[in-house]
């Protein structure tokens, strides 16, 4: 059972980092379409305008209550953020919410505030949250069954689509734990996010490989290490099962390839907003899994400290 404070900390701190990452995979999706499936373009910008309000309720609520370590991990923004968000608005036509930005960047924490007004606000927040994941859940799936049933063409890789979903999912059960009291950071929970986070960074890497042109090399060689390596670290949990000492060694290594990972993306991201690098990667997606692997390593720090 977690504390109330504990159920507002961790209820802000999940839904500032993923009410970002489901607009942004909406917008990837609502610039993947054909032009003939203007209904599915729409559908993807209702989910990315629902996102960005829960993000706004989101930051109004979390200003001066959240974890600093949250705002300090970059997992909310990072120095690359608002570049990207611009010139991938540039890019694509698309207005984005550059203002939700401004605000993340100026953000506080820790005023641990736990009243009951609070607690109910957040609670509606929680369901809010909740209703739209399972919007998404379901306008992610159905894309890809007719992609996968080839009645759909869209320009992202299926395996993308079913990242997209997966991370929707992971994160509906989130906030269902979260609204059970339930502690995540315990043993198995931390397992739970460790075997999920290893292998939505192998399929980064992958992604990353696929969408660079294919005269960058040397990118692509990396992007594969990468790929192999998380993927490895994946077996290696799976086969682990109880085995302590065997568990203790795997988070470390997961450490050690999760901060070159962000240093990667980092790389990458600086590269593509410098035109430096070539590639079909929108600057915001290479912001997006920047702060995805921030956020597994605030995880991931933190499980050591257990
Ligand atoms: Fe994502
Ligand atoms: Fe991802």
Not at 87 to 101: C, D, K, M, N, R
Not at 167 to 189: C, H, M, P
Request: net charge negative; glycine share 4%.
């Amino acid at each position: 059972m977690i504390t109330d404070s504990e159920y507002i900390k961790r209820s802000l701190a999940l839904h500032l980092f993923f009410a970002r990452i489901m607009k942004e995979h909406s917008l990837f999706l609502e610039t993947g379409f054909s032009r003939r499936d203007f209904n599915l373009i729409n559908q993807a910008d209702y989910h990315r305008r629902s996102f960005d309000a829960l993000l706004a309720d989101t930051i109004a609520l979390a200003d001066g209550v959240v974890c600093e370590e949250v705002l300090k991990s970059g997992e909310v923004t990072t120095p690359f953020t608002l570049k990207a968000e611009t010139v991938t608005s540039y890019y694509t036509g698309i207005p984005i919410a550059t203002e939700l930005t401004g605000k993340e960047a100026s953000m506080t924490g820790d005023g641990g505030k736990s009243d009951r007004a609070l607690i109910r606000q957040i609670r509606d927040l929680n369901n809010q949250a909740s209703e739209l994941i399972r919007s998404i859940i379901q306008f992610k799936s159905g894309i890809l069954s007719n992609v996968r049933f080839c009645s759909l063409f869209t320009t992202n890789y299926p395996l993308m689509i079913g990242h997209l979903l997966e991370e929707a999912k992971f994160y509906l059960s989130a906030v269902q734990k979260l609204e059970e009291k339930e502690d995540i950071y315990t043993r198995k929970g931390e397992l739970d996010q460790e075997y999920f986070w290893n292998d939505i960074l192998a399929e980064h890497a992958k992604f990353i490989r696929g969408m660079l042109d294919p005269t960058e090399i040397e990118l692509m060689i990396k992007a594969n290490d990468f790929a192999n390596e998380f993927d490895e670290l994946t077996d290696q949990l799976k086969q682990a099962a109880d085995k302590m000492s065997s568990l203790r060694k795997i988070t470390s290594d997961s450490l050690i390839a999760a901060n070159q990972m962000r240093d990667f993306n980092i790389s990458g991201t600086q590269g593509i907003l410098d035109c430096k690098i070539k590639s079909i990667i929108m600057p915001l997606l290479s912001d997006h899994v920047l702060r995805e692997a921030n956020h597994y390593l605030r995880l991931l720090n933190r499980f050591q400290k257990n």
